[in-house]
């Protein structure tokens, strides 16, 4: 992760302080539920597993109140992972940059043939100059796309959330993996555009998951959403790539005040209203959606501010994939409710 750079006032630090204090409250309150198969912080390092991945995104806003969006991910491979998902470990960077203003959407990629050694309870990666590193409490990511180019620290404002109640996630064909959320992200950072540096800040949020699980044998839709009112919600649809069967779908729903709740199969329902194909590979995408989540009385419309936003196949790593911001519109409990999350679609193939 990146370089930390702060232009904020004593009162917007004050309050970062005392949001970060009661998190880290809660989140040693939570570690009490014997039930929970992640232990934090020593979870928040490597793993001796065959895949494991860091994943953030984020919303960012220039001084010129310029929209920016970025999903930032490094794939852990261990050198016995089988099943033609690597011939050996190593470690593979993931980047796509969107410019909402300009419509620009430029994505890349790095690898490692080495990984590090696992240390418990934080990460540091730096794969030719892209970093990314973090101790659960607070972030540091760095990249650069050659016209952009970003540092950027993330504090956690609220507890880890593990998902399916004990943070370990069944995944059909695919097998188990643990997975654990921080769902909301204070940004802060700067903005390099052509060499001219740019203040931002914004919201972010970061995935771990890690386990021996096949992802070719499964694919998803996946979402984040970040709502205004402090809610947050992660929900996933999880089929089978061959004949887009689906296999079960599942979420987490993080109130304002940090309550947690768990969906289960048939919780979420989620709705495409239209459909994007790809110019590049001919993908047919479904794009902007509805979606409806009966027990919480939340009714969301997702709509994309650019269609393009597709990650071409990798060199080294998974098929090509969809990935792009979300604006959000709707309602919750009858009341109107705004925010920006992630999709992110995979396994959609060319006819």
């Known amino acids: 992760m990146f370089i930390h750079t702060r232009a904020s006032t004593l009162i917007v630090v004050l309050a970062l302080l005392m949001a970060l204090a009661a998190a880290c409250g809660n989140e040693t309150e939570a570690q009490a539920n014997t039930d929970l198969l992640i232990n934090l912080p020593a979870d928040e390092g490597a793993h001796a597993s065959g895949i494991e991945w860091w994943y953030f995104n984020g919303h960012l806003t220039d001084d010129a109140a310029r929209d920016y969006s970025f999903h930032f991910v490094t794939f852990q491979i261990g050198s016995n992972y089988s099943e033609g998902d690597a011939s050996q470990g190593g470690q593979l960077a993931q980047l796509s940059w969107a410019d909402h203003a ?80 921080r769902p909301r992200l204070e940004l802060v950072g700067t903005l390099n555009i052509n060499g001219i540096d740019r203040p931002v800040t914004g919201t972010g949020w970061m995935d771990h998951q890690w386990g021996d699980f096949v992802s070719r044998q499964v694919s998803w839709d996946w979402m984040s959403l970040q709502l205004d009112d402090g809610s947050e919600l992660m929900a996933v649809l999880v089929w089978n790539p061959e004949r887009r069967q689906p296999f079960t779908s599942y979420g987490t729903f993080i109130a304002n005040d940090g ?34 989540v009966e027990p919480l009385s939340l009714e969301l419309t997702l709509s994309p501010p650019q269609r393009y936003a597709e990650f071409p196949s990798s060199r080294y790593g998974p098929p090509g994939y969809w990935e792009g911001a979300v604006a959000i519109s709707g309602s919750a409990d009858g009341s109107p409710v705004t925010g920006k999350g992630f999709v992110e679609l995979v396994g959609y193939r060319s006819e």
């Open 259 to 292: 309550t947690v709740r768990n969906l289960v199969d048939g919780d979420v329902n989620l709705t495409p209203t239209g459909a994007w194909t790809s110019p590049s590979t001919g993908v047919v995408y479904p794009m902007g959606w509805e979606l409806n």
């Open 102 to 181: 300009n419509q620009v959407y430029l994505t890349g990629e790095k690898v490692s043939l080495r990984t590090p050694d696992p240390v418990p309870g934080s990460f540091e990666f730096d794969l030719g100059g892209w970093q990314m590193a973090g101790d659960g409490t607070e972030y540091a990511l760095a990249f650069d796309t050659g016209t952009y180019s970003a540092s950027i620290s993330a504090l956690s404002m609220k507890p880890a959330v593990f998902h399916q109640k004990t943070g370990l996630v069944k995944l059909g064909p695919a097998g188990d993996t643990f997975y654990y959320t």
